[in-house]
Structures are given as C-alpha cells and as structure tokens.
C-alpha cells in the first residue's frame, strides 16, 4: 500500500467515525486523547507513557489546558 492509499484508507475511517476537518487528523486525534486522559485523572506519567513522550514536561502540557481553554480545544477538536 503506498502512501496515497494510505491517506484514501485514513480519510475514509475518520469520516466513517463522524470526524470532519482539520482536527480530524491523526495529530488532533491524538491532542484530544491526551487533553481527555488528563482531564479524566489519568496520572500524567501514564499519559506520558501512552504517548511516548521522553520527557514528562512534554505531557504536561496537556495539563495546561483546562476550564475555558479546554472547552475551545475541545470544540475545535471535535
């Protein structure tokens, strides 16, 4: 499979699923996990884990995004 059908077979999953625009990428797919995980109590060296970020302060930014912040996140996430 080369890359074009690769990006064909993405597009069509991520529609399927009802995601639409230019979050619906596999980079806005992962912000949300990770801002959702954090949100949800997940201990930040899981999500690190998850995420396979090398450094803790990588993920930590996902802990930055909270109240209003994370609600415009979110709407333009999803």
Sequence with gaps: MDRHDR?????????????????????GLRHGFGVAAVSAGIPLNLVQRWLGHAQLTTTAIYANAVGEEEQSIASRMW
């Design 7 to 27: 990006l064909v077979r993405r597009a069509r999953c991520l529609r399927a699923a009802g995601l639409d625009g230019p979050q619906a990428s596999p980079k």
